[in-house]
């Protein structure tokens, strides 16, 4: 069992700059792939990006790429979502998950995903 406790989101303007966390609880952490989601509303939840269990393969949504950055540190059990250029389409509810997996292949869709964190609010001003 993983309990995921997201943070980090707040109201800003574009072009800014804001790093979101998830705390992971319990000792396996480190074989689980993690991802980040998000969802706006009347929207469906739709892939961020994601980061293998060992850190070194790494995945974007084409409308993220280049401007956020997925990172994980195993030893605090945490996975960041650094979001650069911050544009107001990026106002979501986002959310990180968990999956287990020891493998290289990232998971894309919400479904794979075993375990979900409550979200957090980015809200982006124009």
């Known amino acids: 069992q993983v309990q995921l406790v997201e943070s980090g989101g707040g109201l800003l303007q574009a072009g800014g700059s804001l790093r979101l966390s998830c705390a992971a609880s319990?000792?396996?952490?480190?074989?689980?792939?993690m991802g980040w989601f998000r969802q706006a509303p009347g929207k469906e939840r739709e892939f961020v990006a994601a980061?293998?269990?060992?850190?070194?393969?790494?995945g974007y949504a084409d409308s993220v790429k280049g401007r956020f950055t997925i990172s994980r540190d195993n030893a605090k059990n945490t996975v960041y979502l650094q979001m650069n250029s911050l544009k107001p389409e990026d106002t979501a509810v986002y959310y990180c998950?968990?999956?287990?997996?020891?493998?290289?292949?990232?998971?894309?869709?919400?479904?794979?995903?075993?375990?979900w964190g409550q979200g957090t609010q980015v809200t982006v001003s124009s």
């Open positions: 998950a968990a999956e287990r997996n020891l493998g290289s292949k990232l998971a894309v869709v919400s479904y794979e995903y075993d375990y």
């Open positions: 319990g000792r396996t952490f480190s074989v689980y792939a």
């Open positions: 980061i293998s269990w060992s850190g070194d393969n790494t």
